[in-house]
Every structure is written in C-alpha cells, then in structure tokens.
C-alpha cells in the first residue's frame, strides 16, 4: 500500500477507506474531471473516436477484472458475453424500439445470465479446463444466434441499429456519442471500484487466494463464483450495448476469441486485482494499436520490398504479444504495482530511506 502523505492521519473507519484524503487530491481529481468533460473541445475527431472505443473495452476489461484478478476465475469468454449484451441490446431497439437507457442494462442483464451458465462450472474445475469451459461460450455464441429466428438476431445479417436518442438528443456523431460513452464508463467503475471494497468484493478475493480455506471460513462458494461470473458479465453485455449504438450495427463475427484474449492481456498488462489496473493497460495497449496502425503505412513507404500495409497491420498481434510477454517477465503485476511505487517515492522524497 502506498504510503499517505505527511501529517495525514485517521480518527473514524471512514476516513480510512476514503479514497481522497487531502484537498490537494481533490482537486486533482476535480481538475481531471473536467478535463475529461472538456476532452472533445481540445483534440481532434479521430481522438475523441479512440477514446469512445476505448471507453467500452475499460467498461469490458473491469469486468473481466472482477471475475479474473479478484475472484480468480480464468474465463476466455469475455467476448461472447460481450456479443450476447450486444444482440439482446440490438433486438430490443430494433423490434420493440426501446430508449437506450433500458436497452443497455437489458443487454447487460442477459450476458449477465449467459455468463452465469458458464460460472457454474467453476465449483468443480479451475485454471486450464475452466478456461476451455469459458472457450466454450465463445464457440456456442455464435451457433446460438443464427439458430435464433431472423428477427431476432438478424441471422448471418446481423441487425442494423437506429442511433441513441434522449428526447431531442440524438447520439449520432462521435462527440455525443462521447458523452453517452463516458458517463457510463464513469458509473460502471464507480460501482466497480465500491464493489471491491465490499463484503462481496473481500469474499472473492478470498476465493482467489485459497477457496478451501474460504469454503472452511462459510463461503458459499456455488453463489459467489457464480456470481463473479454474473457480475463480470454484466459488464460485459453493457460494453456490448455500448459497441451495438457505437457501430449501429452487430454481427456475430465482431466478438471473436481473440478479442478476449486481447482483455485478458489488458489485465496482465494493468496488473491482476486492480480495478485501476484495468484501466492502465486497456489504454495502453489501445494506444500501442493506434500507433502500429498509424507507423503501419509510413513503413510500407520506406520499406516497399516488405508488403503493403495489411502485411504491417497483422505484426500488429506479434508487437502487442511480445508487450505481454515482456510483462510478464519484467513487469508481472502491472502497471498498477508500478503506479503505485510511483506514488511512495514521491511521498517519501528527499527520504528514500523510509
């Protein structure tokens, strides 16, 4: 834990748990509030874009955090649980012509009970054949919804969206949609962030380090693996709701496995059990994306022998590899362990000796 600032002390429990422990930290966290608010009026579209998809993998890789770095529960199914809060988000604009803001927590429901089928197995297996079970589910995902009736689920086509609207806003260029985007981004954290510091959140980490000494202790560990899953999903399938209003339209083949093994790479790259962690590594490998695909055609300019830029555009998952692998062996618990060695040594200067 990193250490408090100089003369910072506790009188109530409440205090102690607070996250903001001095005016200066308010302030700063006010200052990158409204800096978050003013984002759009300072760069340009193609930013403000990224950062609306990087806004819905933060809302899909805490997810994953929470079933996978607190709870301990390997799942390589994110990104099924992902589509399935997309297609149910979809159907319910598209057929029933529902307000976004019951389509999306819709979505997140019914993820939420896809990936709940896939927890149940995690009472009996862990590690490798929990992850082939959550592989599963990706596989499944898609032979679920073409056996869905068109209507539906669109089928092979897909199904075509109409934008957000609230009253006379329509979320139809990047910048609404930005601001749709970011507030949701904001509360599921928020929620995120509480949820750890919860009961529930301290029984998941104690299924992570040791489920038999936690069964022994009266964790029910049926019900809250289970609901580890459930709760990671959700957020899974609100992400998915999000991407389904982002691109207006949904696909089966949009939510591969390799995306989710992208999410899982976030968290190593963030660091496992660390919400803050989550987002640390989703935007800097979002950020590494962008760069090779930005480098990708000036290297076909200097290097022309090499291939064109689709040849460029597919080292990417060899780069990006190569960072996870170079986490793991120099950097395992992220970038979260880092920022935090960060926040002592600046607390503790001139004396490095405490």
């Known amino acids: 834990m990193a250490l408090l600032p100089c003369g910072v002390h506790f009188r109530t429990y409440r205090g102690d748990r607070a996250y903001f422990h001095t005016k200066y930290q308010w302030a700063c966290f006010i ?3 409204i800096l ?7 760069v340009g579209i193609r930013y403000v874009a990224m950062f609306n998809v990087t806004a819905i ?3 899909a890789v805490v997810g994953l955090q929470i079933t996978s770095g607190y709870t301990g529960q390997t799942n390589l199914g994110q990104s099924a649980f992902m589509g399935m809060g997309a297609f149910v988000c979809a159907s319910l604009s598209t057929n029933l012509n529902l307000p976004f803001w019951l389509t999306i927590p819709a979505g997140g429901l019914g993820a939420a009970i896809f990936g709940a089928l896939f927890g149940i197995p995690a009472l009996r297996i862990k590690g490798f054949y929990l992850a082939l079970t959550t592989i599963a589910a990706q596989i499944i995902f898609p ?6 009736p068109e209507k539906l689920a669109g089928g092979a086509i897909g199904l075509q969206m109409n934008p957000a609207r609230l009253g006379p806003i329509t979320f139809d260029s990047d910048v609404s949609m930005y601001y749709m985007f970011m507030i949701v981004m904001v509360v599921m954290v928020y929620f995120a962030f509480n949820l750890v510091r919860t009961r529930v959140g301290r029984v998941f980490v104690a299924i992570r380090d040791n489920d038999i000494a936690a069964e022994i202790m009266g964790v029910n560990l049926f019900y809250y693996k289970t609901l580890a899953f459930f709760i990671g999903a959700f957020y899974a399938g609100v992400a998915g709701g999000l991407w389904a209003y982002h691109l207006r339209y949904v696909g089966a083949d949009q939510f591969t496995i390799y995306m989710s093994i992208w999410f899982v790479g976030m968290i190593i790259v963030g660091g496992l059990g660390s919400i803050l962690g989550a987002i640390f590594g989703t935007i800097f490998l979002r950020i590494l994306q962008e760069l090779i ?3 990708g055609p000036l290297l076909v300019n200097f290097f022309p022998n090499m291939g064109d830029a689709q040849m460029w555009y597919a080292s990417m998952n060899i780069v990006l590899g190569g960072v996870i692998i170079l986490f793991l062996i120099y950097e395992p618990h992220g970038l979260a362990h880092r920022w935090n060695i960060v926040k002592t040594n600046y607390r503790v200067w001139p004396f490095p000796y405490l």
């Open 31 to 33: 200052a990158f509030l």
């Open 57 to 59: 993998y933060i809302i």
């Open 36 to 42: 978050l608010f003013t984002f759009p009026l300072w």
């Open 293 to 295: 695909m930005y480098v």
């Open 143 to 148: 032979i679920l919804i073409m056996a869905l």
